[in-house]
């Protein structure tokens, strides 16, 4: 059963910039190493330029799980903690 995620990030008005690079290197770096996502796209929000929002499909709840293990998902939540206001993750199977 395929899975699908919708994530948003809120940024702290001061870490707007370096969220920004953060996501899209995150989305880089999935597309290059992480192997079961059908979908993994970002889009910033034109209403409110703190928002960050992960539109994602992924082919299992495995597949799901190992991007969320993978260093390079690590290694970003532990990077953004610090400058995120808000967060939300909606996960639901398709």
């Known amino acids: 059963m395929s899975v699908a ?3 948003t990030l809120r940024a702290k008005d001061a870490y707007v910039s370096e969220l920004a690079a953060l996501t899209a290197k995150l989305h880089d770096m999935t597309h290059k190493v992480d192997e079961g996502f059908l979908r993994y796209d970002l889009y910033s929000q034109s209403s409110d330029k703190n928002a960050f929002i992960f539109l994602e ?3 299992s709840q495995e597949a799901l799980e190992k991007h969320l293990n993978a260093l390079h998902v690590k ?3 532990a990077k953004i903690e610090h400058m995120i ?3 939300e993750i909606k996960i639901t199977d398709i």
Request: hydrophobic share 40%; aromatic share 16%; proline share 0%.
């Open 57 to 59: 499909s992924w082919e």
């Open 5 to 7: 995620v919708v994530a």
């Open 85 to 87: 206001e808000d967060s």
């Open 75 to 77: 290694e970003f939540q």
